[in-house]
């Protein structure tokens, strides 16, 4: 297998068991501002074309209740990604926030024990609530890489094993023509 580069990163593509984790919410916010649209198929198959990932996604029920959220549920689940349904707390942003850090911190936590040895665990767009995750993770042996589209928060870049900024040259993006979250 070879490695790419990907900026100054190499992505090293091996043997080793990966879990990737994707707070929906949270992409959605740094895709917004940046103007961006993710092409899931692209970004799956520059990063991740390896059998041994779990890949997973969490959102909120709410998002169940459009018929594009279905849509991007299914092409998610096309790609392997076991889509996490979390019921929506109320409506104040630091309790969605907590509550989305709470669940992904015990799922990493929990996957990390199961695999033990060689896990690479990937953060896509991760935010400093996941601080105490990234350590017990780091703790249990794990390599932990986090990935966004600016430089994340200081304390988990620092507990990090590594950090790759996504840019537009990373070829991961849809057009701005089209309309869907995925390529056609």
Request: charged content about 30%; hydrophobic content about 45%; some cysteine.
């Amino acid at each position: 297998m070879e490695d790419s580069k990907v900026g100054s990163v190499v992505i090293k593509k091996d043997k080793k068991f990966k879990l990737l984790q994707v707070s929906g919410p949270f992409l959605d916010i740094a895709l917004k501002k940046h103007g961006l649209r993710l092409d899931w198929a692209k970004f799956c198959s520059k990063f991740f074309d390896t059998p041994n990932i779990k890949k997973i996604y969490y959102h909120f029920e709410y998002f169940k209740e459009d018929f594009r959220g279905v849509a991007y549920i299914n092409k998610l689940e096309s790609l392997g990604f076991e889509v996490v349904t979390r019921r929506l707390p109320p409506l104040q942003r630091d309790i969605v926030k907590e509550r989305i850090a709470a669940e992904m911190s015990v799922d990493l936590s929990m996957e990390v024990v199961k695999m033990r040895e060689n896990i690479q665990v990937i953060i896509l767009c991760p935010f400093i609530d996941l601080l105490y995750g990234v350590l017990k993770a780091r703790e249990l042996g794990a390599k932990v890489t986090l990935m966004d589209f600016s430089e994340p928060p200081s304390q988990l870049v620092a507990e990090a094993s590594e950090l790759i900024i996504l840019s537009e040259r990373d070829n991961i993006f849809m057009d701005a023509k089209k309309k869907q979250g995925f390529a056609e």
